[in-house]
């Protein structure tokens, strides 16, 4: 059997390891010149991290982790203003999403094509899918893949339509950034620091080697991207004080900067065309876990290839029901969390910190960690097992 993955992302790979494993001929194209580095800061645990332990890559995931000791806001001045120590929580880990990336790529076979994109998909009968790249080579494949995120270009090309039709747009702008300074990462220290007033977010943590690991939020009711992303971060933050006078200048060149988003389909397959990760399942950053949803999803539906009858279509049927209602749960609690995560008014950003403050009292730490999680921390971890049973 032959497949073709568009996208060497998280999902991507994972699904690609699992395949060659089960003697599938397996290639990925991805749209970017070369691997992505960095990205932001992720808590990795529940589905995703079972994945990662039974495809033997948890030590080496855990030589890569940051000891996040405390969740903290500042105000203007950088003075704390609440706090959340994240002690006794070792069963989360915390790296960068392009660590988790390369490590699964690291341990994965199969080629990647880079600067190379789907653009055409032809369903050849019930046998076979032809499809055409854009260095103009043309591949008939049992099975392609879109794991090309929340812009799917195979979703575009398969299931046709507007993009927003299927992306809901959360009202938010991201960005992320990794940036070298010395002193910066000095001040910031081993503890994830947020500023915030309403509308706006600034987080930062310290990475080794001298950087800082940069994440910024904020409210923007035109979804459109602005041509000068690192301007725009300039002009809504610069004023805020903290560290971001310092740490604007730096800004870098591959700066991430895309909508807060989420996707909603009836359907996420057609024939022989599968969509996987960010392209059908996107829960947003507000949720948090997509990297743990994506490596768990890619898990089933490399389940259900492998080990069913052969029949295609219905694995993919099977892959779709077995993850259908997790990815709608966390997708909620996503929506949900937008006040927590961006507060819009002041008096929203009081009551976060008065919680905060609240859970240092003794045992209040589980009750809050359950209030940050989709279904709750003990809820996720325990749906492990049925996703992949």
Known sequence: ?????SGAG?????????????????????????FREGGYMIDFYGAGYEVAERMGLTARLRQLRYPVTELGYVDRDGRQTSRFKLSGFDQVVSLLRGDLARTIAEATAAPVRYATTVETVHQDGPGAVTVGLSDGTRHQVDLLVGA???????????????EDRYVRYLGHHVAACVITDRELSERVGVRYR?????????????????????????????????????????????????????????????????????????????????????????????AGHGASMAMAAAW??????????????????????????????VQAFGRRFIEWMAPSSRLRIAARDWMLRLASLPGADRLLLNSLTPGGHDLITSRTEQLTR
Request: aromatic share 8%; net charge negative; with cysteine.
């Open 1 to 5: 059997m032959k497949a073709l993955i």
């Open 10 to 34: 998280i999902a991507g790979l994972t699904l690609a390891w699992h395949l060659e494993r089960a003697g599938w001929q397996v290639e990925l194209v991805e749209r970017a010149g070369a």
């Open 148 to 162: 090309d995120g929340a812009h799917s270009r195979v979703r575009e090309l398969a299931f046709g339509g507007p």
């Open 194 to 286: 947020m500023l915030t007033v309403p509308g706006l977010m600034a987080g930062a943590y310290a990475l080794r080697h001298d950087r800082l690991a940069m994440l910024f939020l904020h409210r923007e009711p035109d979804p459109a991207l602005p041509a000068d992303p690192a301007g725009t971060l300039r002009r809504h933050y610069g004023d805020l004080g903290w560290i971001l006078p310092e740490a604007l200048p730096r800004l870098p060149a591959d700066l991430y900067y895309d909508q807060v988003t989420q996707v909603e389909m009836d359907s996420w397959s057609r024939g022989r065309v599968a969509l996987l990760g960010d392209a059908c399942q996107a829960v947003s950053l507000f």
């Open 300 to 329: 089933v539906l490399a389940d259900e290839l492998t080990t069913g009858d052969g029949d295609l279509p219905a694995a993919l049927t099977r892959y779709e029901e077995r993850m259908r209602l997790t990815i709608v749960d």
